[in-house]
């Protein structure tokens, strides 16, 4: 399916001033920092093969979560954080910028590897290289997992989320009210020695993604009778990284 990136249609740029100590401060009170794009008009649809379609509409949510949350957009080239309201938007693969609770106005975040961005307690970073094509690009954010989130320190797993817009079927002579629905798709990485490789959370499969120690991580997959099935598949790869970061 053709997919087209609302990032082509919303702007946004972000201007930190250079400083070699890390900084906090708030995006309403923060001058060096400029962020423009109105998403008023269009915050409620989805630009789907050209054209927009209302979120009223869909069964399910282009959002990882709907509200608004404590946010903090950290600048990795000098260390200054910016703290305002943030949501991840999985359709577009995105984060929208409220600047306070009060406001009404929505902007994005530029897409930049420059950025990490933190949301309550879940970490992103912006990944330019995956081994595989999603949704038409090798590049997007990731969802860090391990509890080491620096390639430098260890082995990082990542779990990218993309959605997918299946519209309903319209059957034949008679009445439907099914909607189209978004579906998300989850893979999984992992960084190590300068390489992003995917890993499958598959009991015969995971080991293989790791350049060495597998027969040891085959082991403990089997000793730790792990299965990787539903609920239990990202807590299991979390395990098997943090194990292999101790080999």
Same mark, same amino acid.
């Given at each position: 399916?053709?997919?087209i990136?609302?990032?082509?249609?919303?702007?946004?740029i972000l201007?930190?001033?250079?400083?070699a100590?890390?900084?906090v401060?708030?995006l309403?009170?923060h001058?060096?920092?400029?962020?423009?794009?109105?998403?008023?008009?269009?915050r409620?649809?989805?630009?789907?093969?050209?054209?927009f379609?209302n979120?009223?509409?869909?069964?399910?949510?282009?959002?990882?979560?709907?509200?608004?949350?404590?946010?903090a957009?950290k600048?990795l080239?000098?260390d200054?954080?910016?703290?305002?309201?943030?949501?991840?938007?999985?359709?577009?693969?995105?984060?929208?910028?409220? #600047?306070? =609770?009060?406001?009404?106005?929505?902007?994005? %975040?530029?897409?930049?590897?420059? +950025?990490? /961005?933190? !949301?309550?307690?879940?970490?992103f970073?912006?990944?330019?290289n995956?081994?595989?094509?999603?949704?038409?690009?090798?590049?997007?954010y990731?969802?860090?997992?391990?509890?080491?989130?620096?390639p430098k320190d260890?082995?990082?797993?990542?779990?990218?989320?993309i959605?997918?817009?299946i519209?309903?079927?319209?059957? #034949?002579n =008679?009445?439907s009210?099914?909607k189209s629905? %978004?579906?998300?798709?989850?893979? +999984?990485? /992992?960084a !190590?020695?300068?390489k992003i490789?995917q890993?499958?959370p598959?009991?015969?499969?995971?080991?293989?993604?790791f350049?060495?120690?597998n027969?040891?991580?085959?082991k403990?997959?089997?000793?730790?009778?792990i299965?990787f099935?539903?609920?239990?598949?990202?807590?299991?790869l979390?395990?098997?990284v943090?194990?292999?970061n101790?080999?």
């Amino acid at each position: 399916m053709k997919h087209i990136h609302l990032l082509s249609i919303f702007t946004a740029i972000l201007i930190l001033s250079n400083s070699a100590d890390c900084q906090v401060m708030s995006l309403e009170n923060h001058q060096d920092l400029a962020i423009f794009s109105n998403m008023n008009a269009e915050r409620d649809k989805l630009m789907v093969d050209g054209k927009f379609v209302n979120t009223s509409v869909i069964q399910g949510s282009p959002y990882l979560e709907d509200k608004f949350k404590n946010g903090a957009i950290k600048n990795l080239q000098n260390d200054k954080i910016i703290t305002t309201n943030l949501r991840y938007r999985i359709f577009d693969d995105m984060f929208e910028i409220q #600047a306070n =609770s009060d406001s009404e106005e929505l902007s994005v %975040l530029k897409r930049s590897k420059n +950025y990490s /961005i933190k !949301i309550n307690n879940k970490s992103f970073v912006f990944v330019e290289n995956f081994p595989i094509k999603m949704k038409g690009v090798y590049n997007g954010y990731v969802l860090i997992l391990s509890n080491n989130n620096d390639p430098k320190d260890g082995v990082v797993l990542y779990k990218r989320i993309i959605q997918q817009y299946i519209e309903a079927k319209k059957k #034949a002579n =008679s009445y439907s009210n099914s909607k189209s629905r %978004l579906v998300n798709e989850e893979y +999984y990485f /992992i960084a !190590i020695d300068d390489k992003i490789l995917q890993i499958e959370p598959n009991r015969k499969k995971a080991a293989d993604a790791f350049p060495n120690h597998n027969s040891k991580l085959d082991k403990y997959i089997k000793d730790n009778k792990i299965k990787f099935r539903g609920n239990d598949e990202e807590s299991d790869l979390i395990k098997l990284v943090e194990y292999y970061n101790t080999l």
